[in-house]
Structures are given as structure tokens and as C-alpha cells.
């Protein structure tokens, strides 16, 4: 049985890690503020002797000093907003995480020995003039606009990965998620999946921004959060970034022609102003996760959608 740290663990893609860690018989110690995270999405494994929860910001350095720290092997770092919505409203704080936050749990790795794997983005190459984006792409990314404390911040933090990876020897990976979905999403997170999920069982109008001819690449949870243990689990890993994602783009358009089939065709389809900066094409290179892990999604978009759609209307 190893102890595992995960901070933002009432999140969505936290709760699915933290579920699946203490099923496989490990103790897993969550950290969160609950800023975007919610208590029902933890409350199964508050039941279980194997999980601890502690409610802190984990940007600030008070809750690093307790005891039971000391005994923790793996950090999983995921806490930040990851919505364009919750991030550009709490700007501040999601530059403050990704920093900042980062720093301590690279502290709390380099003090207990523990191996970190720290979730950067897609967002780091911006809005990208290569495509697909291998990892030694450099992106295009502006630091004057409403992404940035988000785009730029994940940046600084793959930073500090490296000054600690290179200065202290600290064991770190990295992991550039895409665009991740299924159940577990808010209703109202503000990502387009869930947006469209919501609006098409709600009976709204489903609200594309822009023409909807943008492409993302979208991957089902499950599998990211495989290829995040991977990493963690993995030697070849150590030291490295690596992109976590789905090859097969869409067009923000197909995924709404999609949604609105799969929920019996009757929605409607709205267009909307494109926000800033908002990247036009998006799709990772995964041959680095396929030839290091062994990694690759195996649930596409239509089935993705299909499970993710029957659990929202249980
Ligand atoms: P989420 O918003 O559902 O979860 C983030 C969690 O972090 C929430 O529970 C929130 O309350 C918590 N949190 C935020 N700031 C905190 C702080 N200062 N201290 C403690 N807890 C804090 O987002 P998610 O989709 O689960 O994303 C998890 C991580 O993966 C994030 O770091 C995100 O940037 C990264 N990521 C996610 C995706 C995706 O598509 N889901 C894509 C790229 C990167
Ligand atoms: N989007 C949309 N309608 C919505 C929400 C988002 O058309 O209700 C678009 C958004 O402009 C972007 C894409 O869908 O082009 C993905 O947005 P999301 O916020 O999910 O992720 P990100 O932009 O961070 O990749």
C-alpha cells in the first residue's frame, strides 16, 4: 500500500484518480479549497479508511507541515480551475497554483523523496501554428489577454518542474492534458462538452461560439487518467513531458451535430461570439506516450458520449 497526495481531488478528473488509487488498495490523502471542486463528487470514498481529506489552499505553505506527509510516494498535482470561465475569474489564484502551488508540492517531493507528476495543458502551445503539437513545440501563446494567467502560469510550472528535476533531482513528469470529458463534469463548468451535454437534456439551445469550425481533440476520462498513472508508474517517464490526449479532432460544430443526435435531435443550434484568443485547431502527438507507456486512448468521441450522456440522465 503506498500513500499518494492529490491535490485537487474534488475535482473532476481528481475524484475519478483518487477513486481509482484507493480501489487498487492505496491511501490516498486529497487536498482541495473546493474553489471549483464539490464535496458529492468525494463523498463515496470519505466512507473509506483509505482516504483523508484535508480542506486548504494548496498554494499556501500551512498544511505542508503535518506529520502525516512524510510517508507520501506519489504527488499527483491537479488542483487549478481548469474552465476558461472559473480561471479568468479567479485569475489571480490560478496564477498563484500554478507557481506557487507548484512550488510547495515540488518541496514536499524534494523533502519526502516522493515522485510528482504535475498536469500542465494543451494550453501551453496556445494557439498553435504546428499541427498536430508534438511536446518540443514551443506554442504561440499570448501573455497579454484573458487566457494567460492560465496558458502562462501552467508554463511557469513546467518551469519550476524542470529547475527541481535539473537542481534537486526531484522526479517529476509532466503531463500535457487535452481536452478530457465524461460524467463528473459540473453541469455547469463552462467547458463545451458539459455545456452541450446540459443544454441538450435541459432543452436549451446548444451555444456555439463562433462559427464552430475550431477543432478540439477530445479524450474520455478513462483514459486520461490511465495515462496519468502510466506516467507516474513508468521510469521512462521520469523527467519528461508528455502529451495526454485523443488524436481525432472535431469541429466544435460536429461535436454539437453529435450531442444533439445522440439526445434524440431536438435541439437547436445557437451561434455566439467567439471568445479571445481562443485557439483555432488543437490536437495532441501522442507517438511520445505511445513509444514511453505504451499509451493510447482507446474510447472515441460517439462512445464517449454515449456513456457520459447515460449517466448524466441516471
Ligand atoms: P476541476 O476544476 O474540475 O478540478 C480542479 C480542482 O482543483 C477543484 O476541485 C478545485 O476546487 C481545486 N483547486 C483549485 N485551486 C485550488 C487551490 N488553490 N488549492 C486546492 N485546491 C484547488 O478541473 P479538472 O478538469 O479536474 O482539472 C484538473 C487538472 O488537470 C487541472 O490542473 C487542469 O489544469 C488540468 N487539465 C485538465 C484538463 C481537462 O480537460 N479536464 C485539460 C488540461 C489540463
Ligand atoms: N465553446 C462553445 N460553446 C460553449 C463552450 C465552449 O462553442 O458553450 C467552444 C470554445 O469557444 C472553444 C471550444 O468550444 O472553441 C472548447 O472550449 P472549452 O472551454 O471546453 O475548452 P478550451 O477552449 O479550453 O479548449
Known sequence: MKTILITGV????????????????????????????????I??????????????????????????????????????PASPKYYQ???LETISINT????????????????????STSEAYGDPDVHPQPEHYRGNVNTWGPRA?????????????YE????????????????TYSAGLRSDDGRVI????????????????GDGMQTRSFCYADDTIRGLKLMME????????????????????????????????????????LPIDDPKQRRPNIEKANNLLGWEPVIDLKEGLRRMIREYRQ
Open 234 to 273: 513508468k521510469e521512462a517517464a521520469s523527467g519528461e513531458i508528455i502529451n495526454i490526449g485523443n488524436p481525432t479532432e472535431h469541429t466544435i460544430l460536429e461535436l454539437a451535430e453529435y450531442i444533439d443526435q445522440l439526445t434524440g435531435g431536438n435541439c437547436r443550434i445557437t451561434f455566439h461570439p
Open 164 to 179: 527541481y528535476f535539473h537542481k534537486f533531482q526531484v522526479d517529476i513528469r509532466v503531463a500535457r492534458i487535452f481536452n
Open 100 to 119: 506557487v502551488g507548484t512550488m510547495h508540492m515540488l518541496e514536499l517531493a524534494r523533502r519526502t523523496g516522493a515522485k510528482m507528476l504535475y498536469t
Open 10 to 41: 474534488a475535482g473532476f478528473l481528481g475524484s475519478h484518480l483518487a477513486k481509482d488509487l484507493v480501489a487498487e488498495g492505496n491511501r490516498v490523502i486529497g487536498v482541495d479549497n473546493l474553489s471549483t471542486g464539490k464535496m458529492s463528487n
Open 194 to 209: 458539459s455545456n452541450f451535454v446540459d443544454q441538450a437534456l435541459t432543452g436549451k439551445d446548444l451555444t456555439v461560439y
Open 43 to 80: 463523498d463515496t470514498l470519505l466512507k473509506n479508511d483509505n482516504f483523508v481529506f484535508i480542506q486548504a489552499d494548496a498554494s499556501s505553505e500551512k498544511w505542508l507541515l503535518l506529520d502525516s506527509l512524510s510517508d507520501v510516494r506519489e504527488i499527483y498535482h491537479l488542483a487549478s
Open 149 to 161: 494567467c492560465y496558458d502562462e502560469s501552467k508554463r511557469l510550472g513546467e518551469v519550476f518542474c
Open 89 to 91: 475569474s479567479a485569475s
